[in-house]
């Protein structure tokens, strides 16, 4: 028995040294992967926060920042010569990404010293090294724990590739609503405009939710702010916005808040988007707008429904008088102007046919029993518009609100949405006829699935012609109209039989009301 002790004893020393070896061995890795994460983490803060600097001072160098990490260094090396390099590295990094956070905050408590386009740089993520193909408004963005300012309402924008995954995702200060991409200049070469698509080069402006005072322009390729704009004095915007086709100029719907009348608003996207011009609307409540292929007119749907500064309570349903009004966009001069069979069948929803036509979403504003048309479409010099065809007339499928239009003129489709409704339907506009509607709560962003925006499919491919529609549940779901061809065996006689294939893929955020391509 003492034999054991004897040799147990003698063991002890060294099992306790190799233990001691294999914790300091586990703590130094433990150390070194937490020094490395502070050093990438510190230098990602770093990096976004000098970029930051030099906004606010052009003198900002990099320098400043090795400048207090050998600071820092000196400090916890005069404070303890006995501690190891790395952790006085560690605890460098660590009080430098302290600092940054305090810089940070500084930032914040102060933001009204500064313009809207720079704090409004520190809020965007860039995700993905990838090509926007789509720019989407969002409710509900997701929760980032992490964050130093987390915006209550957590409403954004964002940039979504052709796979349907977010690029970029952008917070912003109030709930959004139309996203207008800015065309490529007319009078660049092709195989330059080309290069411009691909480095996202252009700007897109996001409108805030009507009544808002303000709209915001935003880079294609990372979504940072470029620009932030306030309505004039007794104005506010409704909520939709247009270029010019050669993207020199911004067309604003906009409500008179003192006449309650509409105006339209000529912003120069050359000059800051400053204010250059106003034209009467030659309606009330004007809410999309869009611009016909010939590059002068503007066509505008005014809503017909009166608001007052900073509110959505609609004062005149009883009188209301919407209308589909053409527009000289140079001097503002009234070319056409049709009004609707219902005085409460509010003109909403835009989209433009390449052959002119126009294509219009209706919000009926009267008693739920009443069935009207709610998808029109309307060409110059027709006196009245033209309804699409419904099954059985059965309108109220739709719930009287349609949110959104989307055209595919190559391929002769059209899609309307409808939240209230819970589906998205698409046309044939070859024979104006219904091809199917597709359940999706709370729909409303659609916009056309076109061939550039497909990696799985040949553009040959039947599947190829389709949309794009969002929802707030957090959906993007591809609608991809095929022909299938049936033969019945009695007759012998083949037909053809359109149908809608839905795929979805899930997001956790909540869409907001318009989809827009690039």
């Not at 502070?38 to 320098?63: C, E, F």
């Not at 009080?95 to 500084?106: F, I, L, N, P």
């Not at 779901?477 to 061809?485: D, E, Q, W």
Request: aromatic share 6%; charged share 20%; proline share 4%.
């Amino acid at each position: 028995m003492s034999t054991i002790n004897r040799n147990t004893i003698a063991l002890m020393p060294k099992v306790r040294d190799q233990a001691y070896k294999s914790g300091a061995r586990s703590a130094s890795h433990e150390l070194l992967t937490t020094s490395v994460l502070s050093i990438v983490g510190t230098t990602a803060l770093v990096g976004l926060h000098h970029r930051y600097r030099k906004q606010q001072d052009p003198n900002a160098s990099l320098q400043d920042y090795m400048t207090g990490l050998r600071t820092q260094l000196r400090v916890s090396q005069s404070a303890d010569e006995t501690t190891p390099m790395l952790t006085r590295l560690r605890y460098a990094c660590q009080q430098g990404a302290a600092t940054w956070r305090q810089a940070y905050h500084h930032t914040i408590d102060n933001a009204d010293q500064y313009d809207a386009s720079s704090f409004a740089d520190m809020h965007t993520t860039t995700l993905l090294a990838r090509p926007v193909s789509w720019v989407s408004g969002v409710a509900s963005m997701p929760k980032n724990h992490t964050s130093l300012n987390q915006n209550e309402h957590d409403f954004g924008v964002v940039g979504i590739d052709a796979d349907r995954q977010m690029v970029w995702q952008t917070t912003m200060p109030e709930r959004v609503h139309d996203i207008v991409v800015q065309p490529v200049s007319v009078n660049v070469p092709e195989d330059q405009a080309q290069h411009s698509n691909d480095h996202q080069g252009r700007h897109v402006v996001v409108m805030g939710r009507r009544p808002s005072e303000k709209f915001w322009v935003l880079s294609t390729a990372n979504g940072q702010v470029q620009q932030a704009i306030k309505a004039d004095v007794n104005r506010h915007f409704y909520g939709h916005a247009c270029y010019s086709l050669d993207g020199n100029l911004l067309y604003v719907t906009e409500n008179d808040t003192v006449s309650l009348v509409g105006k339209i608003g000529i912003y120069d996207a050359n000059n800051a988007y400053k204010k250059i011009a106003e034209f009467d609307s030659h309606g009330i409540g004007p809410h999309e707008l869009i611009m016909h292929p010939d590059g002068d007119t503007l066509v505008i749907a005014n809503g017909g429904i009166k608001t007052e500064q900073a509110s959505r309570e609609e004062l005149n349903l009883d009188s209301m008088r919407p209308s589909l009004t053409y527009l000289n966009r140079h001097d503002g001069s009234l070319i056409e102007q049709v009004t609707p069979e219902h005085n409460q069948m509010s003109v909403r929803h835009l989209a433009m046919h390449k052959d002119g036509s126009v294509m219009i979403g209706i919000q009926f504003q009267g008693e739920k029993h009443i069935n009207v048309p709610l998808v029109l479409t309307h060409k110059r010099g027709d006196s009245h518009f033209t309804p699409l065809t419904m099954p059985n007339n059965q309108w109220q499928r739709f719930h009287q609100y349609i949110a959104s239009v989307a055209v595919d003129s190559e391929r002769n489709l059209l899609c309307v949405t409808t939240p209230i409704g819970g589906c998205a339907a698409i046309y044939d506009l070859h024979t104006r006829e219904l091809i199917d509607d597709v359940n999706l709560p709370d729909c409303a962003g659609a916009s056309v699935l076109a061939d550039s925006n497909i990696s799985t499919h040949r553009a040959s491919d039947p599947m190829d012609s389709g949309f794009i529609v969002s929802d707030g549940q957090g959906q993007l779901t591809a609608l991809r109209v095929t022909t299938v061809s049936e033969t019945k065996s009695e007759t012998k006689v083949t037909e053809h039989r359109e149908r809608i294939i839905k795929d979805s893929k899930l997001h956790m955020m909540s869409f907001d009301n318009h989809l827009q391509a690039l």
